[in-house]
């Protein structure tokens, strides 16, 4: 396995890889988890190189503290992507990333205005500026993303048609712990009282995925916004039931075949979010 820190030492490390690699391609922020390393071994099987980024974009935080307190553990990482198949990480720093400030914009529309953009102003423009770069340097054929962050697959899509862009996005399963609360980086920073009560999030979820038969989506979203916030040491910031293309809230189960439960909440001072099809 390769680790480049430079956009030359990447560059040198893929023209290694044989003349026009089919190469898949994983950006994560590191802090890696089963979730993480599922779609690591995906792309082992579907492509010739994988190829892995491990960088925390600070451009997509809106929020100062969760930039500081996000897990960082590149020693660990590193050990775990050699042992699942990985072939090239390319691991920067902002300076490599970022050599002067970004001054990309994009628009994607209702997409980013609804869920986690109404509560994380510049939050996915953040993303578009650090995916696009990255993409434009691993020129992957394949990259692949996880339903947990469900939106942000929209917003990737979206950018990827925007920009015609020649790489195939592949969607993967959120991955679970034995509790079903959804693997996440922040989890390590629960408290051991707020680790047990976490699964109750996806509890919530599959109950209302479950009671689309007795609730149209108006009144499952009352009930489920109730039962959230019965948990102890929570604050719901959001609870929608949408659209899974446009992302928009939906009035009738008919209005769209393809519908899911989005929820962001704090547990204690960590913001988790989760989603279920329904």
Request: charged share 25%; glycine share 4%.
């Given at each position: 396995?390769?680790?480049?820190?430079?956009?030359?030492?990447l560059?040198?490390?893929?023209?290694t890889?044989?003349?026009?690699?089919?190469?898949?391609?994983?950006?994560t922020?590191?802090?890696l988890?089963?979730?993480?390393?599922?779609l690591v071994?995906?792309?082992?099987?579907?492509n010739?190189v994988?190829?892995t980024?491990?960088?925390v974009?600070?451009?997509?935080?809106?929020?100062?503290?969760?930039?500081?307190?996000?897990?960082?553990?590149?020693?660990?990482?590193?050990?775990?992507?050699?042992?699942v198949?990985?072939?090239?990480?390319?691991?920067?720093?902002?300076?490599?990333?970022?050599?002067e400030?970004?001054?990309?914009?994009?628009?994607?529309?209702?997409?980013e205005t609804?869920?986690e953009?109404?509560?994380?102003?510049?939050h996915?423009n953040?993303?578009?500026?650090?995916?696009?770069?990255l993409?434009?340097?691993?020129?992957?054929t394949?990259?692949?993303?996880g339903?947990?962050?469900?939106?942000?697959?929209?917003?990737?899509?979206?950018?990827?048609?925007q920009e015609?862009l020649?790489?195939?996005?592949?969607?993967?399963?959120t991955?679970?712990?034995?509790?079903?609360l959804?693997?996440?980086?922040?989890?390590?920073?629960?408290?051991?009282?707020?680790?047990?009560?976490?699964?109750?999030?996806?509890?919530?979820l599959?109950?209302?995925?479950d009671?689309?038969?007795?609730?149209?989506?108006?009144p499952?979203k009352?009930?489920?916004?109730?039962?959230f916030?019965?948990?102890?040491?929570?604050?719901?910031?959001?609870f929608?039931i949408?659209?899974?293309?446009t992302?928009?809230?939906?009035?009738?189960?008919s209005?769209?075949?393809?519908r899911?439960?989005?929820?962001?909440?704090?547990?204690?001072e960590v913001?988790?979010?989760?989603?279920?099809?329904i």
């Amino acid at each position: 396995m390769i680790l480049c820190q430079t956009k030359t030492e990447l560059q040198n490390a893929l023209k290694t890889q044989g003349a026009n690699p089919i190469i898949g391609f994983v950006p994560t922020m590191g802090a890696l988890h089963e979730g993480h390393l599922s779609l690591v071994r995906q792309a082992r099987r579907e492509n010739e190189v994988v190829v892995t980024s491990v960088y925390v974009n600070p451009i997509q935080f809106n929020n100062a503290e969760d930039l500081e307190k996000y897990p960082r553990n590149l020693e660990r990482d590193l050990d775990l992507l050699k042992d699942v198949g990985c072939d090239i990480v390319f691991a920067p720093d902002n300076a490599e990333m970022y050599p002067e400030k970004p001054t990309e914009t994009y628009n994607f529309g209702t997409l980013e205005t609804v869920m986690e953009g109404a509560f994380r102003p510049g939050h996915f423009n953040g993303v578009a500026v650090v995916v696009k770069r990255l993409f434009d340097l691993v020129k992957p054929t394949t990259a692949y993303f996880g339903e947990k962050d469900f939106q942000q697959l929209a917003i990737i899509r979206a950018l990827v048609e925007q920009e015609n862009l020649a790489v195939e996005i592949v969607a993967c399963p959120t991955v679970r712990e034995k509790d079903d609360l959804a693997m996440s980086s922040r989890n390590t920073r629960l408290s051991e009282d707020d680790r047990r009560i976490a699964p109750q999030i996806y509890k919530i979820l599959r109950d209302c995925r479950d009671l689309t038969d007795v609730f149209t989506p108006a009144p499952l979203k009352a009930f489920a916004e109730e039962q959230f916030r019965k948990i102890p040491r929570t604050k719901l910031e959001y609870f929608e039931i949408v659209n899974a293309k446009t992302l928009q809230p939906i009035v009738n189960w008919s209005d769209c075949p393809r519908r899911v439960a989005c929820v962001a909440i704090w547990l204690g001072e960590v913001r988790l979010i989760d989603n279920v099809k329904i």
